[in-house]
């Protein structure tokens, strides 16, 4: 018998959220993190829940499957030791690397990949990073968040769309994968792009904008 059939759930912390946040202390004191569920879990009522240091370049320092009721109860037990704790989700499913992690209301709008920040809001103004410079938008002029699928399935995206009918990327992600997996089907595509809509709804709400998609995999 191997071990994940002797041991299914391995991956389970079962410890309280005091206890849990206590053994982080020393990693996470005075630091701010992001707090939150991935996409996809395969235990009942349990999530993948990242504990990320989001400072400087974000760091995971905790990343277990945790009972979806006691998320809040995990945050509240950090912020006896942490500088600031967002709620937030990540990218990830239940065995995958993350790419991108975000705040949700009522934090203040942040988007992370894993080299830093890549969207922050003050003061009514979103400024997004791009590897040819900083974009700022001002909230005002954000006219939705928009969910992008292209025709062969291969990249979804996260755009900022605005009032001036411009865009902006803010979160992309490229699967070849579909190119070369013939049994790759719509299922296969609502898991992996679950992340576009989660996203996009976190970002639309936060700025008080629509979130759209033309495709239902995104929604």
Known sequence: MSELEANPERDIDRRSPN???ASLRDAVMGKTLLVGPGQFSPHSKHERIFIIAVDEEPTILWDRFYPE?????????????ARVV???EHDAMYATAWSFAWTCPPAPLRVYDRSGIIVAVDDDVLRLGRSDGRVAI???DIACIEGWLSGDWVKRQVRIVTTHAEWFVVAE??????MIDPTYDGIDLMCDASWVGQLGHAMAKALGVPYNSDDSALQ
Do not use: H, M, Q
């Open 86 to 88: 967002f709620e937030g």
């Open 69 to 81: 009721k006691d998320i809040g109860a995990l945050r509240n037990a950090l912020r006896s030791y």
């Open 173 to 178: 992600c490229t699967e070849w994968f579909v």
């Open 138 to 140: 001002p909230v005002i």
């Open 19 to 21: 206890t849990i946040a």
